[in-house]
């Protein structure tokens, strides 16, 4: 399962930002998406990043008793529009389409 270029670059800002491990960053990633009910996978876009960085991340930071809380989500929440910019046309799918299609 691929993960989205979105979800990358806030698990790098995560663990940058807060000193957490890659893999505790990840998977307080994981958490947050999971409550709002999306995962790593989904094309999570940079306007729902900055929903989720500034409504839920601060709560989870808190409760892990990171510093700063507040500060990290309002960095995470300025994700670039260029990171969300992978195209729905690449997907798995739609790449197994297009194979599966006769050509002339």
């Known amino acids: ?44 876009t940079p306007r729902q990043l900055k929903v989720i960085a500034t409504r839920l991340l601060p709560k989870e930071l808190k409760a892990r008793h990171i510093e700063d809380a507040d500060g990290i989500g309002a960095r995470m929440a300025d994700c670039p529009a260029s990171v969300g910019s992978e195209s729905p046309s690449d997907s798995p799918e739609s790449i197994f389409r297009r194979l599966g299609r006769d050509h002339d």
């Open 1 to 44: 399962m691929s993960e989205s270029a979105v979800f990358q670059w806030a698990c790098e800002v995560l663990e940058r930002e807060s000193k957490m491990t890659r893999l505790q960053a990840r998977g307080t990633m994981r958490l947050i998406l999971a409550e709002a009910g999306l995962t790593p996978s989904t094309l999570v």
